[in-house]
């Protein structure tokens, strides 16, 4: 092997050996498996700075609370993965939080099974710190029929967003819920209806966070995020059908 | 063959012989006995056995009130009632559709079994889900047991059992149908899971701790002597109203404050547990469950519709 391209070969491989990932805290058979699809060659590290916080047991499969907070890591989130790793479906959200939103988010999921429950948060340098944690369920709450299709005059509440802002002592706190059915295509034959896309801005309009939500996310959305400034914000969701909703929070 | 066989049999006794729910009924009034469980959770070493169940032996027969969470736990009731009396079971009251308290009712076959007819209809819809759930917790123990349901419909009122005069009461705030049962010869109230004492009190089907609260103060009015909660032990003071209201005002208020706060369910989860409370089992474990059924309705509470 002449010394250019041995020279190549170190480099592009450079940032998979700079870093050591360290054990897995919560071994599960899919890990390799989902780390190759969404992480792919990038250097990553298990990281307790990054906390993964649900309930020890999910007791309701079909709403189970997650919590993400990446803010104790050094330099600049560019982007949160989440996913339930042995979901029929894995991926929950995929955030991406400018420089006015903390790298914290709560979001209410469905687990069909005991499962890890991950999140892969890169950072500016290029690395993928992975957070972990366990759930145990008895499960079926992928497979479990809608709450919201058995509700009469639910199609008229599609879309439809209560909202609320919390102040803190350094941020200020919005919350969401959002009436969706979120259908997996999992239940009864009825296929994928789902919010993906949801987009926070200024009055300016200017993009503040992105999040793309999968169906792993539970039916009327539960969102939380964490907002440096306590300023007026849009909030805009398309759903896989192509239906648009807007709110406005003062 | 037949030494072989001798062998299995031996040697799978011990296992059948664990399986056994050794019931003894605790006299807590003249004709009026109680069986104790265990303020612990459900578990494959104790078979579900965390419930109070109990009867009555009057002139006309014997009422036994609820009949606990299995088949096998129906028929050791049964067979412990026989110990204490000759005198036929001759009605079956349940005081709510959980299976804890009301899938016994198959060693009762031959009974009438009474219920609100509210409790007929849960434990219609929810009963075998919730059996199967109880199979998943504590295993073998469930072996056989299947839903039966109440073929009487009870209404509120006094019911006559020779000297006995039951007054029954409906209410709502745990299961959605509650009966509690005031014994006005003896002074004993059955409250059913209206009532936990020192076990943190569950809410699946609660419709509201505010309605629950107001609920228990009407039938801490009553001229009761006895208490007997639907889990915890047997008490002859207001103790367990005291500790009930003072535990479901808390987790009210808790839940309140929380959603006022914009807290997720996660940071309402890790709140601490106040230190009065430390006598009672299984509270972080019930905040848990309580917070998933009951914190949509208070986050909903403080937030406007936003969509333009
Ligand atoms: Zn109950």
Same mark, same amino acid.
């Given at each position: 092997?002449?010394?250019?391209?041995?020279?190549?070969?170190?480099?592009?491989?450079?940032?998979?050996?700079?870093?050591?990932?360290?054990?897995?805290?919560?071994?599960?058979?899919?890990?390799?498996?989902?780390?190759?699809?969404?992480?792919?060659?990038?250097?990553?590290?298990?990281?307790?700075?990054?906390?993964?916080?649900?309930p020890p047991f999910?007791e309701?499969?079909?709403?189970?609370?997650?919590?993400?907070?990446?803010?104790?890591?050094?330099?600049?989130?560019?982007?949160?993965?989440?996913?339930?790793?042995?979901?029929?479906?894995?991926?929950?959200?995929?955030?991406?939080?400018?420089?006015?939103?903390?790298?914290?988010?709560?979001?209410?999921?469905?687990? %069909?099974?005991? &499962?890890?429950?991950?999140?892969?948060?890169?950072?500016?340098?290029?690395?993928?710190?992975?957070?972990?944690?366990?759930?145990?369920?008895?499960?079926?709450?992928?497979?479990?029929?809608?709450?919201?299709?058995?509700?009469?005059?639910?199609?008229?509440?599609?879309?439809?967003?209560?909202?609320?802002?919390?102040?803190?002592?350094?941020?200020?706190?919005?919350?969401?819920?959002?009436?969706?059915?979120?259908?997996?295509?999992?239940?009864?034959?009825?296929?994928?209806?789902?919010?993906?896309?949801?987009?926070?801005?200024?009055?300016?309009?200017?993009?503040?966070?992105?999040?793309?939500?999968?169906?792993?996310?539970?039916?009327?959305?539960?969102?939380?995020?964490?907002?440096?400034?306590?300023?007026?914000?849009?909030?805009?969701?398309?759903?896989?059908?192509?239906?648009?909703?807007?709110?406005?929070?003062? | 063959?037949?030494?072989?066989?001798?062998?299995?049999?031996?040697?799978?006794?011990?296992?059948?012989?664990?399986?056994?729910?050794?019931?003894?009924?605790?006299?807590?009034?003249?004709?009026?006995?109680v069986?104790e469980g265990s303020t612990e959770n459900f578990s494959?070493?104790n078979?579900g056995n965390i419930v109070n169940?109990?009867?009555?032996? &009057?002139?006309?027969?014997?009422?036994?009130?609820?009949?606990?969470?299995?088949?096998?736990?129906?028929?050791?009731?049964?067979?412990?009632?026989?110990?204490?009396?000759?005198?036929?079971?001759?009605?079956?009251?349940?005081?709510?559709?959980h299976?804890d308290h009301?899938?016994?009712?198959?060693?009762?076959?031959?009974?009438?079994?009474?219920?609100?007819?509210?409790?007929?209809?849960?434990?219609?819809?929810?009963?075998?889900?919730?059996?199967?759930?109880?199979?998943?917790?504590?295993?073998?123990?469930?072996?056989?047991?299947?839903?039966?349901?109440?073929?009487?419909?009870? %209404?509120?009122?006094?019911?006559?059992?020779?000297?006995?005069?039951?007054?029954?009461?409906?209410?709502?705030g745990h299961s959605?149908?509650d009966?509690?049962?005031?014994?006005?010869?003896?002074?004993?109230?059955?409250a059913g899971d209206l009532l936990f004492y020192q076990r943190a009190l569950t809410t699946p089907?609660s419709?509201?701790l505010?309605?629950w609260r107001?609920q228990l103060e009407?039938l801490q009015?009553?001229?009761?002597?006895?208490l007997v909660a639907g889990h915890g032990p047997v008490a002859r003071d207001a103790k367990p109203f005291v500790q009930m209201l003072d535990y479901l005002g808390w987790l009210d208020g808790l839940l309140?404050?929380s959603?006022?706060?914009?807290?997720?369910?996660?940071?309402v989860i890790a709140t601490p547990i106040p230190p009065r409370f430390a006598a009672i089992s299984l509270t972080r474990y019930e905040l848990i469950r309580s917070v998933s059924h009951l914190y949509?309705?208070?986050?909903?509470?403080?937030?406007?519709?936003?969509?333009?």
């Open positions: 092997m002449g010394r250019v391209p041995l020279l190549l070969a170190m480099l592009l491989c450079a940032p998979a050996f700079a870093v050591d990932p360290g054990p897995d805290p919560v071994p599960s058979v899919m890990w390799e498996f989902y780390r190759q699809q969404w992480l792919m060659d990038a250097p990553y590290q298990f990281d307790a700075r990054v906390r993964v916080i649900a999910a309701d499969a079909r709403q189970v609370p997650l919590q993400v907070d990446a803010r104790a890591l050094p330099g600049t989130v560019q982007r949160i993965l989440v996913w339930a790793e042995l979901n029929p479906l894995p991926k929950i959200v995929d955030f991406q939080p400018g420089p006015q939103v903390l790298p914290w988010l709560a979001v209410r999921i469905r687990i %069909e099974q005991a &499962t890890a429950l991950r999140a892969a948060v890169l950072t500016d340098d290029g690395i993928w710190h992975v957070g972990s944690t366990l759930i145990d369920a008895a499960g079926g709450g992928c497979t479990a029929p809608s709450v919201v299709r058995s509700e009469a005059g639910w199609e008229e509440r599609l879309g439809q967003v209560l909202g609320a802002r919390f102040p803190r002592e350094d941020f200020s706190r919005l919350r969401l819920e959002v009436s969706h059915p979120m259908d997996n295509g999992l239940v009864g034959g009825v296929p994928e209806f789902y919010i993906e896309h949801a987009e926070l801005r200024d009055a300016q309009g200017q993009v503040l966070a992105t999040l793309e939500l999968f169906p792993a996310v539970s039916e009327n959305p539960n969102l939380s995020f964490d907002l440096r400034r306590a300023e007026a914000l849009r909030l805009s969701l398309r759903d896989n059908n192509g239906n648009t909703f807007d709110a406005a929070i003062d | 063959m037949r030494a072989l066989l001798l062998v299995m049999l031996v040697v799978s006794l011990p296992s059948q012989a664990d399986l056994e729910y050794r019931l003894a009924p605790r006299q807590v009034a003249p004709d009026t006995y069986f494959r070493a078979g169940t109990g009867f009555i032996v &009057t002139e006309a027969g014997v009422v036994v009130i609820d009949t606990g969470p299995s088949l096998r736990y129906g028929r050791a009731m049964r067979q412990a009632i026989g110990l204490v009396t000759d005198k036929p079971v001759v009605q079956v009251l349940l005081t709510h559709h299976p009301a899938l016994g009712s198959q060693a009762f076959a031959d009974v009438p079994i009474a219920a609100l007819s509210a409790t007929r209809e849960l434990l219609g819809e929810e009963g075998d889900a919730l059996a199967e759930n109880l199979y998943r917790l504590v295993g073998d123990w469930m072996r056989g047991t299947q839903v039966r349901l109440p073929d009487q419909a009870l %209404e509120p009122g006094v019911r006559v059992f020779g000297s006995h005069s039951l007054r029954l009461m409906a209410f709502s959605g149908a009966l509690a049962i005031l014994d006005e010869r003896t002074g004993v109230l059955f089907h419709p509201g505010a309605v107001k009407q009015a009553t001229p009761w002597q006895v309140r404050e959603a006022q706060a914009g807290l997720e369910m996660n940071e949509p309705q208070y986050e909903q509470a403080v937030m406007a519709r936003v969509d333009r």
